[in-house]
């Protein structure tokens, strides 16, 4: 698969630059806790996404690789939650951890075969992951209760103490966000980081520079499992009910608007889609019948103008600054 | 044609037996050995589709092949190409195979994956090589011009230690200026003591660089001769040297 990556563009450099998106997300989540528990939950799905996003990049902003399943990784998170929480009365932040492991080691035995494909094959083989594990929670009924959904699941918390309120769980999420984004973008910047990169440049290349590409996808596409588990066990905790559709196909669909839309392969990019993508709707919600029309073309105008996403504009104005350089 | 057997070594850098490599049902490499010496250049000569970039493919294991490859005396031939860089077997892609979005600095620092911690002597090293990457280091490498791109492809290549540094065609789509000169600095290379195997068109310049030549015809290598003997070929002389 052709990498969509920008994979020199952003500064390595802790300066102003990496604390502007800091910024950004503390202002965002300041309106978010001084507006309605509406709007609070709007924003705590954004941001949840954004965790699901910031993984998925690794796979296939960072490493070039396809993935249309990593919603079974958001499903093996929410639901192991869910049961862990409501019938064995695991405390949630164990759960959220130990579903993590879950996914982490499914990811591991369903990926060291499945990434040998490559492009489209590679594509159609997670789709399947996807649509399986979609299947799964209709069909497997006396486990995830299929259709019914899974109710009553208890808010994040650890030893007794409970976060409450929506607020309080909206500031974890934030948190675990930025840890999320935190930890990719340092990922992005070490040696691991670079042989990521260096697949999505060229396997064949990298193959020849000593990079184990086959080692690297394999650890790539855990590290996208576990982000997807977290965000999957932090909306059934956030909403405190799940049921399969939350984990079908749309869900894929709409990590990869988040994705584009924001800036693949960037590392606030993620993020940047997500919070606009949940947001937008419920910005053009006044337009009524409109509405869809509205927050399509809106989508497909920024698309159109930014086709490297909103963050990858930063790149470009970068390198609109950057005196031009002769060839030889 | 009389083929000219040249050990110039106990024990070979690198040595092939019997090597060959399929697309299907197409034999592109018929069974073929051949050998590099330690500190020695040597270049591989062909028409079009003789299967000189297959050859190339097959000992760094980029495509699927049957037979054995030795390097130092050591059975390489099951291990990947990964395993083989660590080895010390670095290979040039014909057409480059850079990161074009990466600048040239982050394709030199990748091309050091397998030596972390001497990167920036490395660096420096190939910056005496190629000043011109010095140059162009925040440049994002698919804007480089060709000349630059293949000084770039062969600084990264040298990122990694070769011990034995294989090129398939450096010189494709070069003016003939820029091809002498990275051809000249692949003969300083050679001087430090790395080995080299290179497939190049350009005939009369790999042989005025070359210790030994192959030829190869139809997927099979069918003369080995030391250049220096070529002349006395005068059907070889003909068609490669003038």
Same mark, same amino acid.
């Given at each position: 698969m052709t990498s969509h990556a920008i994979?020199?563009?952003?500064?390595?450099?802790?300066g102003w630059r990496s604390a502007l998106p800091i910024a950004a997300v503390a202002v965002v989540a300041a309106y978010g806790l001084m507006s309605s528990d509406y709007v609070v939950t709007v924003l705590g799905f954004a941001f949840i996404y954004a965790i699901f996003c910031t993984g998925l990049n690794f796979f296939?902003?960072?490493?070039g690789q396809a993935s249309f399943g990593q919603s079974a990784f958001a499903a093996i998170g929410g639901y192991g939650s869910a049961i862990l929480c409501?019938?064995?009365?695991?405390e949630p932040l164990l759960a959220l951890i130990a579903t993590m492991a879950i996914s982490g080691v499914v990811a591991a035995v369903v990926g060291?075969?499945?990434?040998r494909l490559r492009g489209h094959y590679l594509a159609m083989a997670t789709f399947a992951l996807g649509l399986i594990a979609y299947e799964i929670t209709i069909e497997w009924t006396s486990l995830t209760q299929g259709y019914m959904g899974y109710a009553g699941i208890p808010p994040l918390g650890l030893g007794g103490f409970e976060l409450a309120t929506l607020k309080q769980q909206f500031i974890a999420i934030v948190v675990m966000a930025l840890i999320g984004v935190g930890v990719a973008s340092r990922l992005r910047q070490s040696r691991f980081g670079r042989a990521l990169a260096s697949i999505a440049g060229s396997e064949l290349a990298a193959r020849a520079l000593g990079v184990d590409i086959a080692r690297y996808k394999l650890v790539a596409f855990v590290i996208a499992a576990l982000y997807a588990s977290a965000a999957g066990s932090l909306f059934a905790h956030f909403v405190g009910f799940i049921s399969p559709e939350i984990y079908g196909t749309s869900m894929v669909i709409q990590s990869f608007a988040m994705l584009y839309l924001g800036g693949?392969?960037?590392?606030w990019g993620p993020m940047l889609g997500a919070v606009i993508v949940s947001v937008l709707p419920e910005a053009l919600r006044?337009?009524?019948?409109m509405q869809d029309i509205a927050y399509t073309a809106i989508l497909i105008f920024i698309l159109i103008f930014a086709p490297r996403g909103l963050a990858g504009l930063t790149v470009l104005f970068r390198r609109a600054r950057r005196p031009a350089l002769g060839k030889a | 044609m009389t083929a000219v057997s040249a050990a110039?070594?106990?024990?070979?850098?690198l040595e092939a037996k019997d090597i060959s490599a399929s697309y299907g049902h197409v034999?592109?490499?018929?069974?073929t050995s051949l050998h590099v010496a330690e500190g020695e250049l040597v270049t591989i000569l062909g028409p079009n589709g003789a299967g000189k970039t297959t050859l190339m493919r097959a000992l760094t294991r980029l495509t699927p092949s049957r037979g054995n490859v030795f390097f130092r005396g050591r059975d390489?031939?099951?291990?990947s190409t990964n395993r083989l860089a660590r080895c010390g077997i670095v290979m040039v892609q014909e057409g480059r $195979?850079?990161? +074009?979005?990466?600048t040239v600095r982050e394709n030199l620092v990748v091309g050091g994956y397998l030596h972390p911690g001497d990167i920036d002597t490395h660096l420096q090293a190939v910056f005496e090589l190629f000043p011109r990457l010095k140059e162009r280091l925040?440049?994002?490498? $698919?804007?480089? +011009?060709g000349g630059e791109q293949q000084m770039l492809a062969i600084g990264r290549a040298l990122m990694a230690k070769p011990q034995l540094l294989m090129l398939d065609e450096?010189?494709?789509?070069?003016?003939p200026r820029v091809a002498s000169e990275i051809l000249g600095t692949l003969r300083e290379l050679n001087r430090r003591g790395i080995g080299i195997l290179l497939v190049e068109q350009k005939a009369p310049l790999a042989l005025k660089l070359a210790q030994r030549v192959y030829v190869i015809s139809l997927g099979r290598i069918v003369v080995e001769l030391?250049?220096?003997?070529?002349?006395?070929h005068h059907d070889l002389a003909r068609y490669y040297l003038h």
């Open positions: 994979t020199s563009t952003e500064p390595t450099s802790v296939m902003g960072y490493t409501t019938d064995y009365g695991w060291y075969p499945t990434l693949i392969g960037t590392t006044g337009l009524k019948e | 110039t070594a106990d024990v070979p850098l034999h592109a490499l018929k069974p390489v031939s099951r291990l $195979g850079l990161f +074009s979005q990466m925040d440049q994002l490498a $698919g804007t480089l +011009s450096p010189s494709l789509g070069l003016a030391k250049t220096d003997e070529i002349e006395s």
